[in-house]
Structures are given as structure tokens and as C-alpha cells.
């Protein structure tokens, strides 16, 4: 079969490699749809971060690179492993990446997502969705019945930002702020209206993403550059400030952007994976009790956000702003998210098909 490898920084290559063996617990499943994610983008600029490297095994998986990249994605069951119940040959299902433990301090008290030695699927070996089988553990896969696979392929970052409204202890009716309109930004805001929200703000500074941002139903969005971003959220507040703020975009202005949105006893969620060491003023948080949490991946946050799809209350579509072959991952894919970030939002890869778009059977 051919997949998406990483080899290291600037090198992920379109290789024929041997089709992944099933195995007892498991399901085989041929890709559709995965999803080009940020972590994909950092990967293959400044990596390895989450991949390992030739030389080091990760401690979950036991793989070195090369490793098969793609976490976001969906297939068909197309074979079953022994002792597997309750999922079917040709189901449509999404999948749970995240591979854990199980023995750590963090897994024994049931935060599995934050545990001491993780490993994400497409990132630290186990295969992954850039490739056009691949073999995951059945307690992990989601069937998702009659949704369609590009909805599929959103179930994953979906979940990173159902995850992070739950921890936020949002409620129905909250005010909320988003700062940073990228992926998981505008995710955030879509699963927040899903949920009931109140008025959301949106701050972002990038046209083609503010335009995404109204798109999506956000009460108010405003350009850090030009707008006065304190004087807007006081005016749709009545001055009293958001109940929840999240930083999506993980900069410094953004977190004190949070911090000072936020009203008294308010929450601050970050959510952004920050590049350096955060330098803010604290003194609004002291002053107002303000609750500042982090957030990680998702913890069972996949079932739920697979109904909220099947209700009808989530409506991501807009958000695939292209779809692409395999072998156009590099340039079409990767290249064009990060030189022209504002226009694209989730790219979607078909690893059954080439450049053109056909479909290849290969082994």
C-alpha cells in the first residue's frame, strides 16, 4: 500500500510499504478522509516533536522513524480481528488516536489523555490515516452510521474542542470569547453553538478567517489590529466581562487578551500549544479569581460529539477548504496551509488517491 511517511524535518515521502498485519482486538480499515492537522505542520517544519526519532523508540509504540503521519481521519472496516464485538465489516467509523499506558499515575486516575508516556496514532508510530489501510485497536473506532466521511474526518478535532468546552465548566447561555480563528479556533466556536451558547466573540486578525469566524455564527468578531477588542466584549457584557475565554491562538497577546476579557470568577481555557514560555500580567487573574486551565487532546469526548453530528447541531462543512490526493500532500497540502494559513482552514487527504484524484488499488 503506499502512505505518507515522515523521515525528519522537510522530508515526508509518498512510499509503497507492506500492509499493516490485523491482529486479535482489532480492525483493519481503509481510508477515506484524514485530516492535515497543525501538529502535521510543525512535524514536518521543525520535527521530530511527537515523532520519534531513528535512534530513539518511542516508549508506547517501540517505532523509530519513519513513521506513517495522519491522526485526523476516517474509514471501512474492511476486516475484523478476533474477540472484536460490536463493530461490523463495512461500517463507517471515525477513530480515537491516542494510545496510552494504561499504568501511570494519570491513567490509574482515569485522565488518560494526559498520560506520562502517550502516543498519537499517525504521529508515534501504530500506523496512521495518511496511508491507505491502517490497523487500530476496536475499543478505539466509533461507528458513526449514516454521517458522511468528510464529517468523519472532523470527529478528532472536534473532540479536542469538546474536550476543552468541558473543561471549561461551561453553560448554556454562557458569553464566551475566542481568541484565534484557525481550525480549532473556529471548532471551538462551532461545538459552543452546538451547545447553547450565548453571544461569542471572536478575535482574530485575518480576513479570510474572521469571514469563516461570521460564517459560523459569532455574535461579534473583531480585528485585534483595528478594533477595540476590551471596548466590544464590555459592550456585549454590559461590562462585566465573558464567563469563558479561550486562547486558540497561544501567543502572549492572546492570553492577555483571555485574562482580561474574562469577568470576575470567569474561566480562562488555553488550549493553543505554545511555542515559548508565556509572559503575561497576572495581576488580573489574582484580582478577579479568574480559573486558568489547560487542556489536552479529549478524554470519551468522541461519542459525544458523534451525536451532536447526528442531531444536525454541528455544521462544519464550510470549514474543508480543499481536498487533495496523496501524492499532493506535500506541495497541495502541507505548502499551502502554511503559505497561505488564512485561505485554508482543514485540508483533507484522500491516501486511495493519486495526484489527480483517481483511485489506485495497490496491496
Not at 480585528?223 to 456585549?236: K, S
Amino acid at each position: 500500500m503506499r502512505a505518507a511517511r515522515f523521515h525528519g524535518p522537510g522530508d515526508i515521502r509518498i512510499e509503497r510499504i507492506a500492509r499493516p498485519p490485523l491482529r486479535g482486538g482489532a480492525v483493519e480499515i481503509r481510508v477515506e478522509w484524514c485530516g492535515i492537522c497543525g501538529t502535521d505542520l510543525h512535524e514536518f517544519t521543525d520535527g521530530p516533536i511527537f515523532c520519534p526519532t531513528p535512534d530513539d523508540p518511542h516508549p508506547l509504540t517501540g517505532e523509530t522513524s519513519p513513521v506513517v503521519l495522519g491522526h485526523e481521519f476516517t474509514g471501512i472496516v474492511t476486516a475484523i480481528g478476533d474477540g472484536v464485538h460490536g463493530v461490523a465489516n463495512g461500517e463507517r467509523v471515525a477513530v480515537e488516536p491516542r494510545l496510552v499506558c494504561g499504568t501511570c499515575d494519570a491513567c490509574r486516575r482515569g485522565l488518560r489523555n494526559c498520560c506520562a508516556s502517550a502516543a498519537t496514532i499517525g504521529l508515534a508510530g501504530g500506523g496512521g490515516g495518511l496511508a491507505e489501510y491502517v490497523v487500530v485497536d476496536a475499543d478505539l473506532v466509533f461507528p458513526f452510521g449514516e454521517l458522511g466521511a468528510e464529517a468523519g474526518a472532523l470527529v478528532e478535532p472536534l473532540a479536542v474542542a469538546y474536550h476543552a468546552i468541558r473543561q471549561s465548566g461551561f453553560e448554556a447561555g454562557d458569553t464566551v470569547v475566542v481568541f484565534g480563528a484557525g481550525p480549532i479556533g473556529l471548532l471551538v466556536l462551532a461545538v459552543l453553538r452546538a451547545l447553547g451558547a450565548g453571544p461569542v466573540v471572536v478575535v482574530e486578525p485575518t480576513a479570510t478567517r474572521r469571514a469563516h469566524a461570521e460564517a459560523g455564527g459569532a455574535a461579534a468578531v473583531l480585528d485585534p489590529r483595528v478594533d477595540d477588542v476590551a471596548g466590544g466584549i464590555a459592550a456585549l457584557t454590559g461590562g462585566d466581562g465573558v464567563a469563558v475565554a479561550f486562547d486558540c491562538a497561544g501567543v502572549d497577546a492572546t492570553l492577555q487578551g483571555c485574562l482580561d476579557a474574562v469577568r470576575a470568577g470567569g474561566t480562562v481555557v488555553n488550549v493553543a500549544i505554545r511555542g515559548r514560555p508565556a509572559t503575561v500580567d497576572l495581576l488580573p487573574l489574582v484580582l478577579k479569581e479568574v480559573r486558568l486551565v489547560g487542556t489536552i487532546c479529549y478524554a470519551g469526548d468522541h461519542a459525544s460529539v458523534i451525536e451532536l453530528l447526528r442531531a444536525g447541531r454541528l455544521d462544519v462543512g464550510h470549514l474543508v477548504t480543499a481536498r487533495i490526493g496523496l501524492d499532493d500532500l506535500v506541495d497541495g497540502g502541507l505548502r499551502a496551509l502554511l503559505d497561505d494559513h488564512g485561505a485554508q482552514v482543514k485540508i483533507l487527504v484522500s491516501p486511495a488517491a493519486g495526484a489527480t484524484g483517481a483511485s489506485e488499488e495497490t496491496t
